[in-house]
């Protein structure tokens, strides 16, 4: 029975892999700030008390933060998905908020394994698209993206812009070449495998304690049935492109740790093409089946001026075809999306 570590345990995918690694016999080690966020987990899915336990890292960029994961108990495999976020307020200082986090936290969780995880085999880590292009409109028309791509950002740059996003993609670049670096110099017993997914969707699991603390992605959709729009807005303005299903990404992740192909390697993942249309259409076909009738005439109007859209291209193939991914359809990851947030909308009794 493979034991596996899982970082930023309480997020909104790492609780989609926790489910997949269960599913596929490991137990599990999840990682946490804090104890409570622990205890949140199992009270969310008290299914797991058997196959999961937690282990407290405050600091991931801290030195050595998990010398004592690894010399407490030996790993199969390593997910790491635990990384610092744009969208909170007070995001301004590139190198504290967003550099030194990123580019340490990847080092230090790769120094401990490679240091004490004597049984490790392997690391998938959650990196982004955002070390790849910005999403940009003009960074995306008509381009297709590969896993051979970076974006342009310079740290000197990111940190001029003063953008907690800008400051981000500069950040995903640069924390994954250092774990190119690391490879490539350090040469380590176990492989490393990086994802490098679009926008991720699908029905949250994680521990939410209301509407208001949905994470972005989740509530991305959510702002097309509580009222935030009138009219479908255009693609570009804040909706990347391409998405992936949570669930998908969960098993793309879980896969790697042992197929061999995807040894030191970086994979777009999925890539099916996103457009604010494509969600408004999706959800009320749902409602025209009587799939979701809550939605009723709670959707933005469609004027069709994002049917034209034009959309980059995501070169995930490599990935999709070594993991031999079959992906969810968009009436899945967005309408069961939709059914969990209605659900937690009638917990609040809204």
């Keep these: 029975m493979p034991n596996t570590l899982i970082t930023g345990a309480n997020s909104f995918l790492a609780a989609h892999i926790i489910g997949e690694l269960i599913s596929a016999g490991h137990t599990i080690t999840g990682s946490v700030r804090r ?36 010399k407490k108990q030996q790993f199969d495999h390593v997910i790491h998905t635990a990384a610092p976020m744009p969208g909170r307020p007070g995001l301004d200082d590139y190198d504290k908020d967003f550099l030194r986090p990123s580019v340490q936290g990847n080092l230090s ?40 791509s970076w974006n342009d950002i310079t740290q000197e740059y990111a940190r001029e812009s003063k953008s907690d996003f800008i400051m981000y993609c500069s950040s995903k670049k640069e924390a994954e070449l250092a774990i190119w670096d690391f490879v490539k ?9 990086v994802f490098l997914p679009a926008l991720i969707f699908g029905p949250p699991l994680q521990p939410i304690s209301d509407l208001k603390n949905l994470n972005y992605s989740v509530n991305v959709v959510y702002n097309f049935f509580n009222g935030s729009y009138e009219e479908v807005p255009n693609t570009h303005a804040g909706l990347f492109p391409s998405y992936i299903d949570a669930r998908d990404l969960a098993t793309a992740h879980v896969r790697a740790l042992t197929t061999p192909a995807a040894a030191n390697k970086r994979f777009l993942i999925g890539g099916a093409p996103l457009s604010s249309s494509l969600i408004v259409k999706t959800l009320e076909g749902l409602v025209e089946k009587d799939a ?4 009723k005439g709670r959707l933005p109007k469609d004027t069709g001026k994002d049917d034209d859209v034009t959309l980059a291209r995501i070169g995930a193939e490599e990935g999709n075809e070594i993991l031999e991914m079959k ?23 809204k």
């Design 35 to 70: 104890p409570s966020a622990g205890d949140a987990i199992l009270e969310e899915h008290p299914e797991w008390k058997d196959k999961l336990d937690f282990a407290i890292v405050e600091d991931y960029s801290e030195d050595g933060a998990l010398d004592d994961v690894f």
């Design 109 to 148: 969780l790769l120094k401990s394994a490679k240091s004490y995880a004597r049984s490790l085999k392997s690391i998938a880590i959650t990196g982004s698209i955002n070390a790849i292009t910005t999403g940009a409109p003009d960074d995306n028309a008509a381009r297709k993206y590969t896993n051979d």
């Design 185 to 193: 110099a350090e040469k380590p017993h176990f492989n490393v495998t």
């Design 292 to 295: 979701l009738p809550e939605l």
């Design 327 to 349: 992906f969810r359809s968009a009436e899945e990851t967005f309408g069961d999306l939709a059914k969990k947030v209605l659900e937690l909308e009638k917990k609040e009794g």
